[in-house]
C-alpha cells in the first residue's frame, strides 16, 4: 500500500509539472505578443509630436492623415487608439520603456531607425526641404551656396541627419520640434531650417502664419514607417492591415485629402 501511495504521488506531481511548464509555456508566449497585449488592454498607445499635416490639433481636437490612418489601423484591431505626445528626441527610449506601443508621426525610415525599432511598410514618400524667407530662395540655388547659414532643425529628426550629411551644421542649432524651426526662421534667429516636405508644404501655405516662407531645395527623398518594439508582433500585423486599407481605397482617400505621395 505504501509503495502504491508513493507511486501515486510521484505521477502526481509529474502531472503537475507538465501543467505547470504548460502554463508557463503559454504566459510566456502571452508575455511576448504586443498583440495579444494591446487586445487585451483594448487598446494600442500611440507616441506621435504634433507635425500638420500628420498629426495636430484642430479645433481642440487630434487630426491629421497619421491621426486618421491610426484610427483606420486600431478599428481593425479592435481597440481604441489612445494618443501620447512624446519627446522626438527620446522616442526610443520611451518606445523602449513601454510607455507606448509605437511611434507613429511621419518618421523617416532610416538606419538609426531599423537599428532601434522594428519599422512597418513604408507608407508615405516624403523629402528634408531647406525653407527660408521667401525673399531669399533665389539666392540659394544649391547645397554649396548655402555653406555658412545658421540653421534649426527638430533635435533627432531627419532634418538634423540632412544637415550634417551635407555639411552646413557650422552655425546649427537643435530645436524641440519642426514647428521651433520654423520659428526660428520667422524670428531672424536661424537663416534657414530643414524640415518635411509634407510639413513645408502644409504651414508655408497662403493665409497660414508662415506664408513668407518657402522652399525650394530638397536635401533628400525619403519614405515614413510606423516603429514597433524589436520583435514585435504587431508590425506583421500591422502591415497586413495597411495592404488592405490601400486595397480597399482609404489610405489614397486620406493622401488626396491631405496632399501626400503614399509610397505603394
Known amino acids: 500500500m505504501k509503495k502504491l501511495t508513493k507511486i501515486f ?49 484642430e479645433n481642440g481636437k487630434l487630426t491629421g492623415f497619421d491621426t486618421e490612418f491610426a484610427e483606420a489601423v486600431c478599428e481593425k484591431l479592435g481597440v481604441e487608439p489612445e494618443f501620447v505626445e512624446i519627446n522626438w528626441d527620446t522616442k526610443f527610449v520611451t518606445l523602449d520603456s513601454n510607455k507606448i506601443d509605437c511611434i507613429w508621426n511621419g518618421m523617416t525610415i532610416s538606419d538609426e531607425v531599423k537599428q532601434n525599432c522594428d519599422v512597418s511598410d513604408a507608407y508615405v514618400k516624403n523629402a528634408q526641404v531647406v525653407v527660408m524667407k521667401e525673399d531669399a530662395l533665389e539666392s540659394y540655388k544649391d547645397v554649396e551656396s ?28 537643435p530645436v524641440a520640434a519642426q514647428t ?13 531650417c530643414v524640415i518635411d516636405i509634407t510639413m513645408a508644404k502644409a504651414m508655408t501655405a497662403d493665409g497660414t502664419s508662415y506664408d513668407g516662407l518657402g522652399y525650394s531645395l530638397e536635401l533628400t527623398t525619403e519614405e515614413y514607417g510606423i516603429g514597433f518594439r524589436k520583435g514585435s508582433d504587431l508590425a506583421a500585423k500591422v502591415n497586413e492591415i495597411i495592404a488592405e486599407l490601400n486595397a480597399d481605397g482609404t489610405l489614397p482617400a486620406l493622401a488626396e485629402k491631405y496632399e501626400l505621395n503614399l509610397a505603394f
Open 146 to 173: 548655402l555653406k555658412g547659414l545658421k540653421f534649426a532643425a527638430e533635435a533627432g529628426s531627419a532634418g538634423e541627419t540632412a544637415i550634417k550629411d551635407n555639411g552646413l551644421d557650422e552655425k546649427y542649432s
Open 9 to 57: 504521488a510521484l505521477m502526481m506531481a509529474l502531472v503537475m509539472c507538465v501543467a505547470l511548464v504548460a502554463c508557463g509555456g503559454k504566459t510566456a508566449e502571452n508575455k511576448d505578443s504586443e498583440l495579444a497585449k494591446i487586445t487585451e488592454n483594448g487598446k494600442m498607445v500611440i507616441g506621435y509630436t504634433i507635425y500638420e499635416p500628420m498629426n495636430y490639433e
Open 180 to 192: 521651433d524651426a520654423l520659428l526660428a526662421v520667422i524670428g531672424g534667429q536661424a537663416d534657414a
